[in-house]
């Protein structure tokens, strides 16, 4: 009797204890358990990464733009988490697209300016998603010289080589899986947002027991001059008085024909009017943007499918007296970024102000996946800022860019520290560096100050570091 | 018909026009440090105007001029684009803070100057019918019309239009581009 009581008192206490601790472990993987439930079911969630051209980070009205519509991105960054320090490590199409899909500095890709065809030496996030078992789509603007790479484990391979990979904004010849044919619809963001919907549709087509999880990159073209929208939204901001928008500085009719500024695609026209197109533009693009949220949510995929806007570069209007992509102003490097996720992210009424660079997307990707990021990728996945967009994560970001001609702008080298840009030039420019607490603008170069050249060193030393990755 | 002296007939002209450039040039410029918002405007829009017609249409004012007092065909010519190949070499030389020399060079081919090009052959031959017309009324020629201006006005109109309606202008950036990399590859070593 004895005895039994007392192996009837140890049961009790192993199932207490194994109580206690399933309870604890319950409670300590508490923050991973959608995550978890997402991946041990073997629903690895679906990807769908939308790029943006030239696509200035205050141009959405998330972002508290004063006239532009963009109910797309508003509802991905309402529904989502959206980033207002994310940057373009090189400020040029060609690199930021391969640094995007490679999660490497344009120093190790090697797409250093847009006259460098893709050298193929770094792997795709498509490829290594391809290889894990996703199904995955490459669809749109490529734009790197040389052609489109070979890509034969895409399942889907949409995309154009029409003026230099720019392609046209209507009826562009696209080339799907290495078939030249005709554009379907008129309008581009259109014809390439079919052919992502498309994919989408057909995958979910496989019973769910053999369905694969699907990645689509869709690239867009609007953003980029020459700006052109189709005839509902052309003309939509024509009332709007510009003025407010831009620089006093910058006058309607000169400003863009003048001191270098002819060399960006504004020869023709009124500057104000610009800005309009551009801004139909983008508008045109979220519309399409609409159209992929709501087939998520018709094919009832929200719940498992990660969904990301960005755009591949910023675009000055005027600031600094230049227009353009290429120089090492906020408006340039910074980059819209949203995510949604609505398995990880906890909290989307906040806006995450940690410093983001393209470099960080493919690793994401790869981890949210559940694929091992390779040592060769020089960003790190965010994923964990979706849970703790407060928590530590990078303390500067890597500017370079090679010259590219015929834009005047010098090689450069900088480091963007949440607190300081410093940038140092190539031939006769002086070195930048701003203080962006005091100075968000970029008013005061203080590096001949006593105060900026005691930060000098320090940020020299993070740059010499980054670079060295 | 009188030839008249070199300055009268030629330097003049194109000190001129030069002039206005470079006064509407730093008068451009300047305007961006005026406080008062309508002020500014008007002084950009006045000094913006000016620099843009002295380059393009400078040729024409400077050719006519020429052909009336009696300048020979090369001198005109070299007269009337001496304007717009200053600006092209100022843009020229602003590349050179950012490219080598000879790269620099190649932005003399660039689409916006061979647009500019072509844009004074048609007004050379429109001034060489105003000239004639104004020396025909003196009673100093007898023929206006001739084959030669009418075709390198048709020409030049032809390019000018052609030049822009060939994708807005965007083939030839391309063409210029695609030259750039056959002579200078991706401008990296």
């Given at each position: 009797?004895?005895?039994?009581?007392?192996?009837?008192?140890?049961?009790?206490?192993?199932?207490?204890?194994?109580?206690?601790?399933?309870?604890?472990?319950?409670?300590?993987?508490?923050?991973?358990?959608?995550?978890?439930?997402?991946?041990?079911?073997?629903k690895r969630p679906n990807i769908i990464f939308i790029l943006?051209?030239?696509?200035?980070?205050?141009?959405?009205?998330?972002?508290?733009?004063?006239?532009?519509?963009?109910?797309g991105?508003?509802?991905l960054?309402?529904?989502?988490?959206?980033?207002?320090?994310?940057?373009?490590?090189?400020?040029?199409?060609?690199?930021?697209?391969?640094?995007?899909?490679?999660?490497?500095?344009?120093?190790?890709?090697?797409?250093?300016?847009?006259?460098?065809?893709?050298?193929?030496?770094?792997?795709?996030?498509l490829?290594?998603l391809s290889?894990?078992g996703y199904s995955t789509a490459f669809i749109g603007?490529?734009?790197?010289?040389?052609?489109?790479?070979?890509?034969?484990?895409l399942d889907l391979y949409v995309?154009?080589?029409?003026?230099?990979?720019?392609?046209?904004?209507?009826?562009?010849?696209?080339?799907v899986n290495?078939?030249?044919?005709?554009?379907r619809k008129?309008?581009?963001t259109e014809e390439v947002t079919d052919y992502a919907i498309e994919f989408m549709e057909n995958s979910v087509k496989t019973p769910a027991?053999d369905r694969k999880p699907f990645c689509i990159y869709l690239a867009h073209?609007?953003?980029?001059?020459?700006?052109?929208?189709?005839?509902?939204?052309?003309?939509?901001?024509?009332?709007?008085?510009?003025?407010?928008?831009?620089?006093?500085?910058?006058?309607?009719?000169?400003?863009?024909?003048?001191?270098?500024?002819?060399?960006?695609?504004?020869?023709?026209?009124?500057?104000?009017?610009?800005?309009?197109?551009?801004?139909?533009?983008?508008?045109?693009?979220?519309?399409d943007i609409v159209r992929i949220l709501d087939k998520v949510d018709e094919l009832g995929l929200e719940d498992n499918t990660l969904v990301i806007y960005?755009?591949?570069?910023?675009?000055?209007?005027?600031?600094?007296?230049?227009?353009?992509?290429?120089?090492?102003?906020?408006?340039?490097?910074?980059?819209?970024?949203?995510?949604r996720a609505p398995?990880?992210?906890?909290?989307?009424?906040?806006?995450?102000?940690?410093?983001?660079?393209?470099?960080?997307?493919?690793?994401?990707l790869?981890?949210?996946a559940?694929?091992?990021?390779?040592?060769?990728?020089?960003?790190?996945?965010?994923?964990?800022?979706?849970?703790?967009?407060?928590?530590?994560?990078?303390?500067?970001?890597?500017?370079?860019?090679?010259?590219?001609?015929?834009?005047?702008?010098?090689?450069?080298?900088?480091?963007?520290?949440?607190?300081?840009?410093?940038?140092?030039?190539?031939?006769?420019?002086?070195?930048?560096?701003?203080?962006?607490?005091?100075?968000?603008?970029?008013?005061?170069?203080?590096?001949?100050?006593?105060?900026?050249?005691?930060?000098?060193?320090?940020?020299?030393?993070?740059?010499?570091?980054?670079?060295?990755? | 018909?009188?030839?008249?002296?070199?300055?009268?007939?030629?330097?003049?002209?194109?000190?001129?026009?030069?002039?206005?450039?470079?006064?509407?040039?730093?008068?451009?410029?300047?305007?961006?440090?005026?406080?008062?918002?309508?002020?500014?405007?008007?002084?950009?829009?006045?000094?913006?105007?000016?620099?843009?017609?002295?380059?393009?249409?400078?040729?024409?004012?400077?050719?006519?001029?020429?052909?009336?007092?009696?300048?020979?065909?090369?001198?005109?010519?070299?007269?009337?684009?001496?304007?717009?190949?200053?600006?092209?070499?100022?843009?020229?030389?602003?590349?050179?803070?950012?490219?080598?020399?000879?790269?620099?060079?190649?932005?003399?081919?660039?689409?916006?100057?061979?647009?500019?090009?072509?844009?004074?052959?048609?007004?050379?031959?429109?001034?060489?019918?105003?000239?004639?017309?104004?020396?025909?009324?003196?009673?100093?020629?007898?023929?206006?019309?001739?084959?030669?201006?009418?075709?390198?006005?048709?020409?030049?109109?032809?390019?000018?239009?052609?030049?822009?309606?060939?994708?807005?202008?965007?083939?030839?950036?391309?063409?210029?581009?695609?030259?750039?990399?056959?002579?200078?590859?991706?401008?990296?070593?």
């Amino acid at each position: 009797m004895k005895n039994n009581a007392k192996i009837k008192m140890n049961c009790r206490y192993i199932l207490n204890l194994v109580g206690v601790v399933v309870i604890t472990l319950i409670g300590f993987l508490s923050f991973g358990q959608a995550d978890s439930a997402v991946m041990n079911q073997g629903k690895r969630p679906n990807i769908i990464f939308i790029l943006g051209d030239n696509h200035n980070a205050d141009f959405m009205g998330c972002a508290g733009h004063s006239f532009i519509k963009t109910p797309g991105m508003d509802r991905l960054a309402r529904e989502g988490l959206m980033f207002t320090n994310t940057f373009n490590t090189t400020s040029l199409c060609s690199p930021s697209r391969a640094s995007i899909l490679t999660g490497t500095y344009a120093h190790n890709h090697g797409v250093k300016n847009n006259h460098i065809s893709w050298t193929g030496t770094r792997k795709t996030f498509l490829e290594y998603l391809s290889e894990a078992g996703y199904s995955t789509a490459f669809i749109g603007k490529w734009h790197m010289p040389g052609g489109l790479p070979e890509m034969p484990f895409l399942d889907l391979y949409v995309s154009y080589t029409d003026h230099e990979g720019q392609g046209r904004y209507f009826n562009c010849p696209m080339i799907v899986n290495g078939e030249e044919v005709a554009s379907r619809k008129s309008y581009i963001t259109e014809e390439v947002t079919d052919y992502a919907i498309e994919f989408m549709e057909n995958s979910v087509k496989t019973p769910a027991k053999d369905r694969k999880p699907f990645c689509i990159y869709l690239a867009h073209r609007p953003g980029h001059p020459p700006f052109q929208s189709p005839k509902d939204i052309r003309g939509m901001y024509d009332s709007q008085n510009i003025s407010k928008n831009l620089p006093k500085q910058v006058d309607e009719y000169w400003f863009g024909k003048t001191d270098g500024n002819v060399f960006q695609g504004v020869m023709m026209g009124s500057y104000y009017d610009q800005y309009r197109k551009y801004c139909e533009t983008i508008t045109a693009m979220d519309r399409d943007i609409v159209r992929i949220l709501d087939k998520v949510d018709e094919l009832g995929l929200e719940d498992n499918t990660l969904v990301i806007y960005m755009g591949d570069n910023g675009m000055q209007w005027g600031t600094h007296g230049c227009h353009g992509i290429r120089e090492p102003y906020e408006e340039s490097i910074r980059l819209p970024f949203i995510v949604r996720a609505p398995w990880l992210i906890r909290d989307n009424s906040e806006k995450c102000d940690q410093i983001i660079a393209n470099v960080d997307i493919a690793p994401f990707l790869l981890d949210i996946a559940g694929v091992e990021v390779p040592k060769s990728m020089d960003g790190k996945s965010l994923k964990p800022l979706l849970r703790e967009p407060d928590g530590k994560f990078s303390d500067a970001c890597l500017l370079e860019f090679w010259r590219y001609y015929p834009e005047n702008t010098p090689s450069y080298t900088g480091v963007r520290t949440q607190r300081y840009k410093y940038v140092e030039f190539e031939k006769s420019r002086k070195p930048w560096l701003f203080d962006l607490k005091k100075d968000p603008k970029e008013e005061e170069n203080i590096y001949n100050t006593p105060n900026g050249q005691k930060e000098v060193k320090r940020l020299q030393a993070i740059m010499k570091e980054l670079k060295s990755q | 018909m009188q030839q008249q002296n070199f300055i009268s007939r030629s330097v003049f002209p194109v000190v001129l026009v030069l002039a206005i450039a470079i006064i509407s040039f730093f008068g451009y410029s300047g305007s961006q440090s005026i406080e008062n918002d309508k002020i500014r405007a008007v002084v950009a829009l006045i000094f913006g105007t000016t620099y843009f017609l002295s380059i393009t249409f400078g040729p024409f004012y400077v050719y006519t001029i020429g052909y009336v007092k009696g300048s020979l065909l090369k001198e005109r010519i070299l007269a009337s684009s001496l304007t717009p190949f200053l600006w092209m070499t100022k843009e020229v030389f602003r590349l050179t803070h950012s490219h080598p020399f000879l790269e620099s060079l190649y932005w003399y081919l660039s689409p916006l100057h061979l647009w500019l090009i072509m844009f004074i052959g048609l007004e050379l031959g429109a001034a060489t019918l105003i000239a004639r017309k104004i020396l025909k009324n003196r009673g100093e020629v007898k023929i206006v019309m001739s084959p030669a201006p009418l075709i390198v006005m048709g020409v030049s109109l032809f390019l000018v239009i052609g030049a822009y309606a060939w994708g807005k202008g965007e083939n030839l950036y391309v063409m210029f581009l695609e030259g750039y990399r056959i002579l200078f590859g991706s401008g990296l070593s």
